[in-house]
């Protein structure tokens, strides 16, 4: 089942909709032309919205995997309600679904730190419960109660994390005291690549979350470039939605233009190394290139759920490849044709994909690259900014360096 409404109401960008048990997913893929949300019923259905991407982000991955599971297992439990055996199958069911989503995508490490969390929930209720002297319907709902309850803490973490982040980077960029035009007004402009906003996370972003307490803060920050970001168009079609939605001054460039006059580039990851190397969407390396070859700051903005500090460097970050398809043809919306009008003679927009070269062009199509952490100038978290040794030169990313 799915609700839309072509164009785009005034309404706040929700990228999920919940209602215990209710999940909706606004569809990414149609956006900024259609606002389409998709109802989320089974962990089938959650795993298939992250793997082609109708919904995407580092943190809204995890989120989207924890809340749709939620909600089919409640489901599930009401289904098996009062049976013999009702609580085992209800815990085999959670640890079935916790291990089918973990294959949903492999880059960001959020999805994987939140089903860790729910696993570890999983088996200590599993003792707690099953010590109580609690009937089986009781346990279930017990664990039931308290596992959509770990989910939605997760979505509350992930919103509350994204404005601490916005303080502190905001304070950070501020710090700088850019100078970027002659009359020296401390206004400044920065680039972001890809989507790292209310659409990346359960609400307000990470490096556009920065960018908006930045802008709102009045101190400086007065315009944003954003990157296309081919070939899923993150940039073109999900962050000039927002900064447009906003009212921040933005313009839209492509991937391989820099001749941008910013004073830092400010981006999301996927993944953060013990050492400081980063994952993130195509085309951030060679941003950080630019960055250093100019000079200019690059910013890393992720909320510690982004730090994997089980992996020592970027080189052992496993990097999703996706279809060559991504590549191979430029998906829009067809918006002036009749044949694309409903029976009111509206214009309906139709999702269209057109190709930009043949099927038969080798195509390599991964997701992310790796950035160095020599390239980069500071790591925000919601809990501090990371900076680098002066000595060393390096990260240590288990303390914080105001
Ligand atoms: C807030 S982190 C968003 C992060 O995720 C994006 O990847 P994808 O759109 O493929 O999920 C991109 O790497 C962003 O920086």
């Given at each position: 089942?799915?609700?839309?409404?072509?164009?785009?109401?005034?309404g706040?960008?929700?990228?999920?909709?919940?209602?215990?048990?209710?999940?909706?997913?606004?569809?990414?893929?149609?956006?900024?032309?259609?606002?389409?949300?998709?109802?989320?019923?089974?962990?089938?259905?959650?795993?298939?919205?992250?793997?082609?991407?109708?919904?995407?982000?580092?943190?809204l991955?995890?989120?989207v995997?924890?809340l749709?599971?939620a909600?089919?297992?409640?489901?599930?439990?009401n289904?098996?309600?009062?049976n013999?055996?009702?609580?085992?199958?209800?815990?085999?069911?959670?640890?079935?679904?916790?291990?089918?989503?973990?294959?949903?995508?492999?880059?960001?490490?959020?999805?994987?730190?939140?089903?860790?969390?729910?696993?570890?929930?999983?088996?200590?209720l599993?003792?707690?419960?099953?010590q109580?002297?609690?009937?089986?319907?009781?346990?279930?709902?017990?664990?039931v109660?308290?596992?959509?309850?770990?989910?939605?803490?997760?979505?509350?973490?992930?919103?509350?994390?994204?404005?601490?982040?916005?303080?502190?980077?905001?304070?950070?960029?501020?710090?700088?005291?850019?100078?970027?035009?002659?009359?020296?007004?401390?206004?400044?402009?920065?680039?972001?690549?890809?989507?790292?906003?209310?659409?990346?996370?359960?609400?307000y972003?990470?490096?556009l979350?920065?960018?908006?307490?930045?802008y709102?803060?009045?101190?400086?920050?007065?315009?944003?470039?954003?990157?296309?970001?081919?070939?899923?168009?993150?940039?073109?079609?999900?962050?000039?939605?927002?900064?447009?939605?906003?009212?921040?001054?933005?313009?839209?460039?492509?991937?391989?233009?820099?001749?941008?006059?910013?004073k830092?580039?400010?981006?999301?990851?996927?993944?953060?190394?013990?050492?400081?190397?980063?994952?993130?969407?195509?085309?951030?390396f060679?941003?950080?290139?630019?960055?250093n070859h100019?000079?200019?700051?690059?910013?890393?903005?992720?909320?510690?759920?982004?730090?994997?500090?089980?992996?020592?460097?970027?080189?052992?970050?496993?990097?999703?490849?996706?279809?060559?398809?991504?590549?191979?043809?430029?998906?829009?919306?067809?918006?002036?044709?009749?044949?694309s009008?409903?029976?009111?003679n509206e214009?309906?927009?139709?999702?269209v994909?057109?190709?930009?070269?043949?099927?038969?062009?080798?195509?390599?199509?991964?997701?992310f690259?790796v950035?160095?952490?020599?390239?980069i100038?500071?790591?925000v978290?919601?809990?501090?900014?990371?900076?680098?040794?002066?000595?060393?030169?390096?990260f240590?990313?288990?303390?914080?360096?105001?």
């Amino acid at each position: 089942m799915s609700s839309s409404d072509s164009g785009f109401a005034s309404g706040t960008l929700q990228s999920i909709l919940w209602e215990r048990p209710t999940l909706h997913v606004l569809d990414q893929l149609v956006l900024p032309m259609e606002k389409k949300y998709i109802k989320v019923e089974t962990v089938q259905d959650t795993f298939d919205v992250i793997r082609n991407m109708n919904v995407r982000g580092a943190p809204l991955i995890a989120i989207v995997a924890a809340l749709g599971l939620a909600s089919h297992l409640v489901v599930f439990a009401n289904e098996n309600s009062g049976n013999d055996g009702s609580f085992d199958k209800v815990l085999d069911f959670s640890i079935t679904g916790i291990k089918k989503l973990r294959l949903s995508r492999p880059t960001a490490v959020n999805l994987f730190e939140a089903m860790d969390i729910l696993e570890q929930l999983v088996e200590s209720l599993k003792l707690d419960l099953n010590q109580s002297d609690k009937s089986e319907q009781e346990k279930v709902e017990a664990f039931v109660n308290e596992f959509v309850a770990k989910c939605e803490w997760m979505k509350d973490r992930d919103i509350a994390d994204n404005l601490s982040m916005g303080n502190l980077g905001s304070e950070y960029l501020i710090s700088k005291h850019y100078k970027t035009n002659a009359d020296q007004s401390g206004k400044f402009s920065v680039l972001t690549h890809c989507n790292t906003g209310s659409l990346a996370t359960a609400g307000y972003g990470t490096a556009l979350g920065i960018i908006r307490s930045c802008y709102k803060a009045n101190l400086g920050l007065d315009h944003v470039y954003c990157t296309e970001t081919r070939p899923y168009n993150q940039g073109s079609r999900l962050t000039a939605f927002e900064l447009d939605h906003d009212k921040i001054p933005y313009t839209l460039i492509t991937d391989s233009m820099k001749t941008a006059p910013i004073k830092a580039i400010i981006v999301g990851a996927d993944r953060v190394c013990a050492n400081g190397d980063v994952a993130n969407k195509i085309g951030t390396f060679q941003l950080s290139l630019i960055a250093n070859h100019y000079g200019i700051d690059f910013i890393i903005a992720a909320p510690t759920t982004t730090i994997d500090l089980s992996l020592p460097s970027g080189s052992h970050i496993p990097i999703e490849s996706r279809s060559s398809s991504e590549i191979l043809t430029a998906s829009g919306t067809l918006i002036e044709n009749d044949s694309s009008s409903n029976r009111n003679n509206e214009k309906t927009p139709q999702r269209v994909s057109v190709a930009v070269a043949p099927d038969s062009f080798n195509v390599w199509n991964p997701a992310f690259d790796v950035t160095p952490a020599k390239y980069i100038t500071a790591i925000v978290t919601e809990t501090c900014v990371f900076l680098k040794d002066p000595a060393t030169g390096e990260f240590d990313l288990s303390s914080c360096k105001k």
